[in-house]
Every structure is written in C-alpha cells, then in structure tokens.
C-alpha cells in the first residue's frame, strides 16, 4: 500500500509503501478517493498539543508511532474484504468512522469508542487517510455516502462528528434556554446548523468577527454577539436577554472559557470543544453553588457519525468551501502549512485520481 508517512516532528509527508497486510474476519482495505486535512494534522505533524502554561501533550501519548500517517476525514471504495465481511468490493463509496477503540472496553460495548482509553484513531493508533488506501478493522465503521458530496461528507467524519457530538450533549433544552455556540468557524457554524435542524429555538453566537456572525445568522442564529468588546462576559448575557443555559466553546481558550462560565445561569453547561489551548480558575464555591457541569468533548462515536450523515441526507446543512486538489505528497505538504499559517480558507480536501 502507498502511503505518505511522516518520519518525525515537523518532518513533511514523504510517499512510501508499506506492506499490504492479509485480511481476517470483517477487515476490509478502502481505496481513498478524498480525504480531508485537518487542523489536528497540523498539531500531529508538530508531534504535540499546546497545553498552555502546562507545557505541550507530546502526540507520542496518544500511541503515534513515527513513520506516522495522518488524515482522518476519509471517503472510499471498498477494494479487499475479509472471509466474515459482507461488504463488496466495488464502486459505492463510505465515508470511514476514523474514532475506533479497542472493541472490548466498557465504552466500546457501549458504542461510545471516543472515550475508548486505548483507542487507536485511524491516524493516531492506526494508519490514517494520508494515503492511496487505508486498513479498517471492521466492516461496521463504513457508512455509506449515498449522494452527498463526497468531500464534504469525508469532512462529517471530523468537524460534523464534533459538532454533532456537542449540540447532542446540551441537548433537549427547554425552549426558553438560550444555547451559545462560541466561535462561529466551520466547526461552530455547522454546531448552529445543527441545533436549528434538530428544532433548537434560542441559539446565541459569539464571535470576534461581524462577517461570520451574519453567516451564522443565516444558519439560525437568533442572538449574535461581537466579544471583542471591554466585558465580554456582560455583553453575552445582555445581549442574550439574561443569563445562558448553556455553552458549546469551540474556541476554548482561556478568555473564551472564562466569558462562558461568567454567563451560566444556576445549572448551566459548559461543553469545552476547541484546542486553541489555555486555562481558566473560576472559584470552586461558585461551580458547586451554581450547580454547573464542565464537560469535555472531543469527536463523536459511530452512532452520532450515523445521525449526522442522516441528518446531512436530510436537511440543509453549510457546507463550507471546499478546495480539492489532487492527492500527493506535494498537496499535503502545502495544505499542512497553509493550515499552519492561518492561511487556510476553508477545507482542504485531497481528491485521488
Ligand atoms: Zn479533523
Ligand atoms: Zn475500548
């Protein structure tokens, strides 16, 4: 098989070929035709994640072995299966849920394999979609694509999973609840698209940038708020009529935390999704006071990889712009440090010939 494997920290893609393994049970080897690059990429390339004033998370952790192959937002075909698989090789093209644990742990038999403590993430674990072809190890983790856009849809299995994975997490909400999705990207925009697809009523947006917070208007936000003001924290909950039900952060540094908990109301939730790196201190008293949760999140399980393909195949969701150029070394190499500059307007998506 092709691959285009990263030697170490900061190292380009070089294409190599490593060996094409025999395939048991249910395993089954897709042929990449898309396969998104991520800003994750960037931080793994980097061979570590910015911690803030704790210092840096060495990806090593997470069980990457170098020569490494990142990409985990992939679209294919079928090319090889298994003697137990049902799937055939052939022309109808999967999108590849990439978040895959260890398959016996008690979150994996509950579905939930993104909390699995020995997970092996296609791309982390395994061997990801930087490549002409990808070994999966179960059948299961093929959903078809059906007739969305296959760029895009290689992109559901990242930021669609992670958005999808959030809102599930602060919702059913009453319908006087406000809901703030902070950070109005790709990630926080489709996070809005979403809420409003699944019947959410009061949907708050904060961002720094009036021209993203008129797109998120469009896509159904109700309150939008520009934090780049001298009490960000006052502002929210002024212009959300009161104080906030809950947050979804998917800036997550240390001002954006601290304006969210500033804004709960009794009860409040506060769901930390970005990995822009920083810390908050919020007097213990007051969280035990007010009753709050601070949960995490990070990607999403298979189910909810299947509920948002479903609800793409059914509702209007954003698709944001989408660059595809042709598969190569070369390509990923400059998509990485595009994403690395700032230089990145939308997503980049590999397409193979
Ligand atoms: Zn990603
Ligand atoms: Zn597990």
Avoid at 195 to 220: C, F, P, T, W, Y
Avoid at 248 to 275: E, P
Wanted: net charge negative.
């Amino acid at each position: 098989m092709q691959v285009f494997a990263v030697h170490g920290p900061g190292e380009p893609v070089k294409e190599i070929e490593v060996p094409t393994p025999e395939l048991a049970g249910k395993e089954v080897i897709v042929h990449i035709t898309h396969s998104g690059v991520c800003h994750s990429d960037v931080h793994c390339q980097e061979g570590h994640f910015d911690l803030g004033s704790a210092g840096k998370l060495p990806i090593a952790a997470s069980g990457v072995q170098w020569p490494a192959v990142f990409g985990h937002e992939i679209v294919g075909t079928v090319v090889a299966a298994g003697p137990e698989a049902t799937v055939q090789p052939g022309d109808t093209q999967y999108i590849v849920f990439p978040w895959i644990g260890c398959g016996k742990c008690q979150a994996c038999r509950e579905d939930r394999e993104n909390y699995c403590p020995r997970g092996r993430n296609l791309s982390v674990g395994l061997r990801g979609g930087f490549a002409r072809e990808v070994w999966v190890p179960d059948e299961r983790y093929l959903i078809e694509l059906g007739d969305l856009d296959p760029a895009w849809g290689a992109t559901l299995a990242c930021s669609g999973v992670t958005s999808y994975s959030a809102v599930n997490k602060v919702l059913p909400r009453g319908e006087e609840d406000v809901v703030a999705v902070i950070g109005a990207g790709g990630v926080g925009l489709m996070a809005v698209a979403i809420l409003n697809a699944l019947g959410h009523q009061k949907i708050a947006v904060v961002d720094v940038s009036d021209e993203n917070l008129e797109i998120a208007k469009k896509l159904g936000a109700t309150i939008t708020f520009n934090s780049k003001v001298e009490n960000p924290t006052a502002g929210l909950i002024e212009a959300a009529g009161g104080k906030i039900a809950a947050a979804i952060d998917f800036v997550n540094n240390g001002a954006t935390a601290s304006m969210a908990l500033g804004a709960l109301q009794k009860g409040g939730q506060l769901v930390s999704v970005g990995l822009f790196g920083g810390e908050h201190t919020y007097p213990t008293t007051l969280l035990a006071l007010q009753v709050f949760t601070i949960q995490g999140n990070f990607v999403g399980s298979l189910p909810e990889l299947k509920a948002v393909v479903e609800l793409a195949r059914t509702h209007d969701l954003p698709q944001l712009p989408i660059v595809e150029l042709p598969l190569s070394a070369d390509n990923i190499n400059a998509s990485l440090e595009d994403l690395a500059a700032g230089k990145s307007r939308g997503r980049t998506v590999l397409v193979a010939d």
